[in-house]
């Protein structure tokens, strides 16, 4: 069964605006990644947070993680058209076997 | 990523056949892993390998098999099409350095009539 559950299904916000989106997930983790997916191709690794961080920034990603709530965010700011894409949060138990656990994804829309 | 790429990208067959998917890369990475991709299902992993004689079942393999020819090189086999293995599959790599982070490859397109 799957890990995580993400929140919204879908999104869609004009460009230059923030998008949020959520992630949660059921047990313990060691950490937690978020991955990119343009339209029928490949995932792309955008951001891994750790167990024992909080919050963790790369260019216009932030990302929060709340181990007490099972939870993570992913905040991307001024939202360009190329990030229209869905966004999947993924997490690890163990490091010793790297198993990704995937959600069902937020796929996001950002209209020029 | 195009250190790891899989063939065929698409590809259309019939209930009953036996069809392979491969998946190279170039990254030399020691682990690897096979997902599918169904719509509102996010991904599940089918099987992984951490080397060449080391082969793990992932959350759905009944119904696929894998062979691990050499580090580089990670095939699925469909032993006996069915409709509802139609998906999207990806192979990934990670390396035992940074076991965490995974690199995708493009994809392939499996539609079983």
């Known amino acids: 069964s799957q890990q995580g559950e993400e929140d919204p299904q879908a999104l869609s916000i004009q460009e230059g605006e923030n998008a949020t989106m959520n992630c949660s997930y059921k047990t313990s983790i060691n950490n937690l990644q978020w991955y990119r997916q343009n339209s029928g191709r490949g995932l792309v690794h955008l951001i891994l947070i750790r167990s024992n961080e909080r919050e963790k920034h790369s260019g216009r990603l932030r990302v929060t993680l709340d181990t007490s709530k099972k939870s993570s965010s992913l905040l991307i700011t001024a939202s360009r058209a190329a990030d229209t894409a869905s966004y999947f949060c993924?997490?690890?138990?163990?490091?010793?076997?790297?198993?990704?656990?995937f959600g069902q994804g937020t796929t996001l829309q950002v209209k020029p | 990523d195009a250190d790891v790429t899989q063939t065929p990208r698409n590809r259309i067959t019939k209930t009953g056949k036996r069809i392979m998917l491969e998946c190279s890369q170039t990254k030399g990475h020691d682990r690897m892993y096979w997902y599918r991709q169904d719509p509102g299902l996010g991904l599940r992993l089918i099987y992984y390998?951490?080397?060449?004689?080391?082969?793990n079942k992932g959350e759905i393999s009944d119904g696929y098999s894998v062979s691990r020819q050499a580090q580089a090189k990670f095939s699925l086999s469909l032993e006996s099409a069915i409709p509802n293995q139609t998906a999207l599959y990806f192979c990934a790599t990670s390396d035992f350095t940074s076991r965490e982070t995974q690199y995708f490859g493009p994809g392939t397109r499996l539609l079983v009539l």
């Open positions: 993924a997490t690890v138990f163990s490091s010793n076997t790297g198993k990704l656990i």
């Open positions: 390998s951490f080397d060449v004689k080391d082969i």
